[in-house]
């Protein structure tokens, strides 16, 4: 076998990134934790900067954790770790959103580093990171000293060029065309 063939019986933890403009990063990150539950693997979804919308996967992660795993101990969990979106553009970083940040992030950190989980997925740490409000370094030092076989998953738009040079695998969305430029707002079901 050469260096470049791909080795089937290899197993490891990969840093995934789903970043760019386009629609499908949330999306696509809870399709993949999706296929791990499936795979009878643990996974931990944790949302940062979100909160005050009623997302679908909410609910349908709470049940798929508990049918696959038990009410006590579900295989699959999902939690919003911050209050909804933050006001960027000029208006000053609220404080209360910096410390909801720095919890969620602290409690990420803690999540990757226990091996309790197969997969952790960062929902939208990207822009709390583009927002300043959370410090790539940081995330990089823990991501380098993850356990060997836990999956970690980082989505949002403009994700910083440090975690995309570690990352394994790196996709950018490209935004063909969206709804939301014909006037149509968010859809249940499709954008929550
Ligand atoms: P999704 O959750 O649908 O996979 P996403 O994670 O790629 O979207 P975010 O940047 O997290 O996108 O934005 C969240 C919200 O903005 C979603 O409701 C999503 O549908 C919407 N959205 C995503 N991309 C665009 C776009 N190019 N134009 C307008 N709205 C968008
Ligand atoms: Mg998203």
């Known amino acids: 076998m050469t260096d470049s063939t791909p080795s089937s019986s290899a197993r490891r933890g990969l840093i995934v990134i789903n970043t760019g403009p386009g629609k499908g990063k949330t999306t696509a990150a809870l399709g993949t934790a999706i296929r791990a539950a499936g795979n009878g693997m643990r996974v931990l979804i944790l949302q940062f ?7 679908g996967e909410l609910d349908a992660i709470q049940a798929l954790g508990t049918a696959l795993g038990s009410a006590e101990d579900p295989s699959i969990v999902i939690r919003q770790l911050g209050r909804g979106f933050v006001k960027v553009g000029g208006a000053e970083t609220d404080p209360e ?11 990420s950190a803690k999540a990757i580093l ?6 952790v997925v960062l929902d939208e740490i990207n822009y709390a990171i583009g927002y300043k409000m959370l410090d790539a370094a940081k995330v990089a030092e823990v991501l380098a000293r993850k356990p060997e076989m836990t999956h970690v998953i980082l989505t949002g738009r403009n994700a910083h060029p440090t975690l995309v040079e570690m990352a394994d695998t790196v996709t950018e969305m490209r935004e063909v065309k969206h709804a939301y430029q014909k006037g149509i707002l968010a859809q249940r079901g499709i954008e929550y």
Do not use: F
Request: charged residues 40%; hydrophobic residues 40%.
């Open 49 to 55: 900067l979100k909160g005050s919308w009623h997302y």
């Open 97 to 107: 959103d910096l410390r909801m940040v720095e919890e969620a992030w602290e409690e």
């Open 114 to 119: 226990s091996g309790e989980w197969d997969l």
